[in-house]
């Protein structure tokens, strides 16, 4: 039998670090592949306004180095819902699979529920655990 109260933290972890690497990875991919100019020239493009593209890159770069320390997770990880969805949307005239051309809808959308997964577990082992202002205990449910 696992012992969940034992292991869970640990997935949480594994799950907050992963979620980490991808954002930092595709912040990556942004910056350094297509460049800035290049991602606000696609955001402009696919009909987004060019100065989404500074504020998903922002949340992407943030959002993934929070995730990674731990810090803020359920905040950070629902915060980054507005990103993911509107990366689905992008995505969802191309089909289900994300090897359709110009990548489809499934990648993006099993992300945004990882994120809410990610906020219901919250931080998870090995996390930097920042008080947060104006508050004194964390409720339980």
């Given amino acids: 039998m696992i012992d969940t109260t034992r292991t869970a933290p640990y997935a949480a972890f594994a799950l907050r670090v992963s979620l980490g690497v991808l954002f ?17 020239s696609f955001f402009e493009s696919i009909g ?13 770069l943030g959002g993934g180095l ?14 980054l819902v507005p990103l993911m969805i509107g990366a689905t949307l992008q995505h ?7 090897s359709a051309p ?4 499934e990648f993006p959308a099993f992300w945004t ?5 990610q906020a ?6 090995f996390a930097l655990k920042l008080p947060v202002p104006g508050l004194t205990a964390r409720r339980a449910l």
């Avoid at 987004?48 to 992407?60: Q, S």
């Fill in 48 to 60: 987004y306004p060019g100065f989404l593209a500074y504020l998903v890159i922002l949340g992407e």
């Fill in 120 to 125: 219901l577990l919250g931080d998870g082992a």
């Fill in 102 to 105: 110009g990548g489809g809808w």
């Fill in 66 to 79: 929070l995730l990674l320390l731990g810090t803020y997770t359920s905040l950070v990880s629902l915060a």
């Fill in 24 to 40: 930092l990875a595709h912040a990556y991919l942004k910056i350094f592949v297509f460049t800035v100019p290049g991602t606000v």
């Fill in 92 to 98: 969802a005239g191309n089909g289900w699979l994300f």
């Fill in 113 to 117: 529920v990882l994120l809410g997964v």
